[in-house]
């Protein structure tokens, strides 16, 4: 029997060698400067989009994909065999991309064996879903397995991150102006982190970057105490500032392997420059 198929969308914020390695599908958000449109991903990537950013009048704007566009794929991938498709998404929470990928699904004939998941989370929260997903994929692990997998590391996630400016959070309707301003004011870092209904949430606020990153730590070892972990520290254009957070996190964790990734021109045009998170699972025994 062929393998399992994985499919994701851009905001997954996979490192493009791991996504290719590992034979995952996705399907691009785009990116709206004015009446300039992009593939996230394809046509613009991280440094690109951020420079872009810099010089823009005004902030751009984000769409997800259409269903037609997921349907293409979906049927790609069928004709190619009968191995079943797992798609995962960014949270319907944030985004209609995945009410996009239900909508596709609909419309495929029946004999097409697809689940469309939610991931509750987004960049590489999501990522490490979907990298996870497709590694069960290549030992040959069955839908069912992988499907109950990814829900399971759904539920185990940890993920909190910064963000530099809380300019791009207020521009894009997450907070308003007045906390915004004394934000700045006041070198406010709000940590922020994913509910369980797949919006974002403010967890705390601490003034000044390394006590939000030591904050960020202590909250980590109140979730996930000393099993090992996968982790991943994604950045827009903060490399180090991943590298420090990283590091405490090397210091104070067992640490089974660890990925960085660029926040993408998607997620980027809502945290602005500067962002830097960290997403931790614990590693999963037996498979």
């Known amino acids: 029997m ?5 499919v994701t969308d851009s905001t997954a914020d996979i490192p493009v060698e791991l996504r290719q390695s590992l034979g995952i599908e996705m399907i691009p958000l785009k990116v709206h400067f004015g009446t300039d449109t992009y593939r996230d991903a394809l046509d613009l990537q991280p440094a690109q989009f951020f420079e872009k950013l810099a010089a ?8 997800q994909p259409s269903p037609v566009e997921y349907l293409e794929i979906f049927q790609r991938l069928a004709g190619e065999s009968d191995a079943p498709i797992i798609s995962i998404h960014l949270s319907g929470g944030l985004s209609g991309t995945y009410q996009s990928a239900l909508l596709a699904k609909s419309m495929l004939e029946e004999s097409v064996d697809l689940t469309v998941l939610d991931s509750k989370t987004a960049s590489y929260g999501h990522g490490i879903l979907v990298v996870e997903a497709a590694r069960a994929a290549q030992q040959g692990k069955s839908a069912e397995e ?3 997998l990814v829900e399971k590391m759904r ?17 894009g309707g997450r907070i308003g102006k ?6 700045s004011l006041l070198n406010i870092k709000p940590i922020l982190s994913m509910s369980e209904e797949g919006v974002v949430c403010s967890v705390d606020k601490v003034r000044g970057q390394k006590k939000a990153m030591a904050r960020i730590i202590e909250l980590l070892k109140q979730d996930v105490g000393d099993m090992a972990m996968h982790v991943a520290v994604a950045h827009a254009q903060a490399m180090p500032i991943a590298e420090e957070l990283a590091e405490h996190v090397r210091q104070n964790f067992t640490v089974e392997d660890l990925t960085y990734t660029s926040i993408g021109p998607v997620i ?18 037996g498979g």
């Open 155 to 171: 539920r185990e996630l940890r993920l909190y991150f910064l963000v530099d400016t809380l300019e791009f959070l207020q521009k």
């Open 178 to 183: 007045a906390a915004a301003l004394v934000g």
């Open 2 to 6: 062929s393998r399992i198929r994985i």
């Open 56 to 63: 823009a009048q005004t902030l751009p704007t984000t769409s």
């Open 268 to 285: 980027g045009t809502h945290t602005g420059p500067g962002a830097v998170a960290v997403f931790m699972v614990p590693v999963q025994h």
């Open 146 to 148: 992988i499907v109950a």
